[in-house]
């Protein structure tokens, strides 16, 4: 079954923790992102990568790393979280070129 | 920034009626798309269509699209009460593999 997996789905931690959420897909897509969703603004692009070693910033990277070795994984690395980095995070996929991209279930990040 | 924006923030609707959702664009697209999110899960790909494409059918879904007004609007007849869920549209650029995301209607459809 094609599918983009999450994990973990739920973390509670402090601020300053460094903490990594990982994204894998089995479809062998080459472009994968990350968004970030929080009430009345939808969903924003955090990084995204066309392919392995090649990774650029979306619209809000403050705070986020990412990481690209292998074309099935792309974690989300958050170096020392902070309260504004609460939300909730979404990994996806695609063939590239404007396709549709297959989401994760999400992650859900409450830094306190 | 946000590309698209959806209109109405929310709807609530009786089953069986149909409902309608606007998104508004600013710049060309290669095509745009509409996701559909049930409570806190992920986002689900329902329809695409091109920037040459008028209007598409999927099942009870239809779409249409006027790039002279940098306009979709998304169709769902006969609504069920499982279609009860948050719907984005997602626009494609010209160029490159980036989705922009509205913020997207909350649809509620009562049985």
């Known amino acids: 079954e094609a599918q983009v997996t999450q994990n973990p789905r739920y973390l509670i931690t402090v601020t300053g923790k460094k903490l990594t959420v990982t994204c894998s897909q089995n479809m062998n897509h080459e472009y994968m992102s990350w968004y970030r969703q929080d009430p009345g603004l939808g969903l924003r692009q955090i990084y995204y990568s066309m392919n392995v070693e090649v990774t650029d910033k979306g619209d809000v990277p403050e705070g986020y790393k990412v990481s690209r070795k292998e074309k099935r994984n792309f974690p989300l690395i958050l170096e020392s979280p902070s309260p504004n980095q609460t939300s909730l995070y979404f990994c996806a996929s695609s063939g590239g070129g404007g396709r549709p991209q297959h989401f994760g279930d999400g992650t859900r990040l409450s830094i306190l | 920034s946000q590309q698209g924006e959806e209109d109405p923030q929310a709807l609530s609707i009786q089953e069986g009626e149909n409902a309608t959702m606007n998104c508004s664009y600013k710049?060309?697209?290669?095509?745009l798309q509409w996701y559909r999110q049930n409570s806190g899960r992920g986002l689900v790909h329902l329809i695409l269509i091109r920037s040459n494409e008028r209007e598409k059918h999927s099942g009870r879904l239809r779409v249409t699209l006027d790039t002279s007004k940098k306009s979709s609007s998304l169709l769902i007849t006969a609504s069920r009460a499982a279609d009860t869920a948050s719907y984005f549209c997602a626009t494609a650029m010209e160029y490159g593999n980036k989705l922009v995301f509205g913020a997207g209607t909350i649809l509620r459809v009562k049985s």
């Open positions: 710049t060309s697209i290669n095509n």
